[in-house]
């Protein structure tokens, strides 16, 4: 969406919330599909490899999660929180526009 319209529709703040808890969501898919596949292969080579990319992994998932938990984004310790934002997410949306 462009800026503009972001502004207009008072979606500005609710655009970057989507991106970031898109890609946390992938981050956290990565995560569980590597460690399938560490524990179904049998080469250790290939085992070694798909070990350093799950690390890598939980290691975007960790420094994803501080820099939302930081913005105020992301509660997961917190779920009467976490409910808060994502209603009043839910209410902006509802809110919205159709574009």
């Given amino acids: 969406m462009n800026f503009l319209l972001e502004k207009l529709t008072g979606l500005d ?3 970057d919330q989507v ?7 992938s981050v956290k898919s990565g995560v569980r599909t590597y460690a ?4 179904d292969t049998v080469s250790p080579d290939i085992k070694a490899t798909l070990t350093r990319q799950l690390e890598d ?3 975007l998932h960790e420094r994803l999660s501080a820099y939302l938990m930081e ?7 917190n779920v009467d929180e976490q409910i808060a934002v994502d209603l009043a997410n839910i209410e902006l949306a509802l809110k919205a526009p159709t574009l």
């Fill in 13 to 15: 703040g609710l655009t």
């Fill in 19 to 25: 991106i970031a808890m898109d890609f946390l969501i």
């Fill in 36 to 39: 399938m596949a560490v524990t």
């Fill in 57 to 59: 992994a939980m290691d």
């Fill in 71 to 77: 913005k105020g984004i992301y509660h997961p310790w």
